[in-house]
């Protein structure tokens, strides 16, 4: 026997409520991906724009911050807001610059003036005490007596060494007489034969003279950098370059020791201990430069300085 009755006396609520949900879901779920579409293209993305140009002028790109990065009005209020500090912190910088400026000249002279003192004085009173010890060396017979008036010579040739070294340290005459790329050979030179580190320079392009201030920044941060790799890297090579472009003179500074973690700002620096790179920091900001400093634990350390 065949009965015949009609389909919705015979399914159950739920079952014509399980046939209704692809009706009803379908909708929802493209509402919820065009929400996504939307806070991803216009919250999500341009707050991780924000956020690198914020890192950019966390190291002294003022300029990063003003181009747009679009996105709902919040956020673009916060990037005019971050471009309004930007623009303050500039020029607070700038005087900020003179102050350093200022107080960098004053360190040059007082160094110009140890160097001469050191020179014209100290060295000058050791060499006559040693030609005394030749002397009196003469006139000795006893041998014991002989070879104390040695050591004593000795000693006095090794002063007088250590003493020209800080004299050159304190004033680079050959940065004055010879030029950036001499005073940098020798400040390599001088250095590797003091210390374990196998360092070599290496100069690129055709070499020109600039201004003495330029030069004398460009000096005292190898100087600087070179003095860090000895004292912390625990390296045993490193390279110092000078680049000599038509737009560009770059200077950079290599090891292949322990490396640090960086900061990720440059007023970390002091609270890290990191007071040379500070520094050096500041002499490449007096002459304009960009600096730049790539290192990890383990993976040595490159310091650029770019003009």
Do not use: C
Request: aromatic fraction near 4%; charged fraction near 25%; hydrophobic fraction near 40%.
């Amino acid at each position: 026997m065949i009965t015949e009755e009609e389909w919705e006396k015979v399914i159950s609520p739920s079952l014509q409520l399980t046939q209704m949900a692809p009706l009803v879901l379908v909708p929802a779920f493209i509402l919820a991906l065009v929400a996504i579409w939307f806070g991803a293209k216009q919250i999500v993305q341009p707050l991780q724009k924000l956020e690198s140009k914020a890192a950019a002028l966390a190291w002294g790109d003022f300029e990063a911050i003003q181009d747009s990065v679009g996105g709902i009005s919040e956020v673009q209020h916060l990037q005019m807001e971050l471009a309004e500090m930007s623009r303050k912190v500039q020029a607070a910088q700038a005087g900020l610059h003179d102050y350093i400026g200022a107080i960098t000249s004053a360190q040059e002279e007082e160094r110009l003036r140890l160097a001469r003192e050191l020179h014209d004085d100290t060295i000058q009173s050791i060499i006559a005490l040693k030609q005394r010890v030749q002397l009196a060396q003469k006139s000795v017979k006893d041998q014991a007596s002989r070879r104390t008036l040695g050591e004593l010579e000795t000693l006095s040739e090794q002063t007088i060494e250590n003493l020209r070294r800080m004299t050159r340290a304190l004033r680079p005459i050959y940065l004055e007489d010879l030029g950036l790329v001499t005073a940098l050979e020798m400040l390599v030179r001088e250095t590797g034969q003091n210390n374990v580190v196998n360092i070599k320079f290496q100069k690129l392009g055709d070499e020109h003279r600039l201004s003495r201030e330029v030069e004398l920044a460009f000096y005292r941060i190898a100087q600087e950098a070179l003095s860090n790799v000895v004292r912390h890297s625990q390296a045993q090579h490193a390279k110092l370059l000078i680049s000599f472009g038509e737009r560009e003179t770059k200077l950079e500074v290599s090891d292949n020791g322990r490396g640090f973690d960086m900061p990720k700002s440059p007023t970390d620096f002091a609270s890290n201990g990191h007071f040379g790179l500070l520094g050096i920091r500041e002499r490449a900001d007096l002459i304009g430069a960009r600096l730049e400093i790539e290192s990890a634990l383990g993976e040595g350390t490159r310091l650029k300085v770019r003009l």
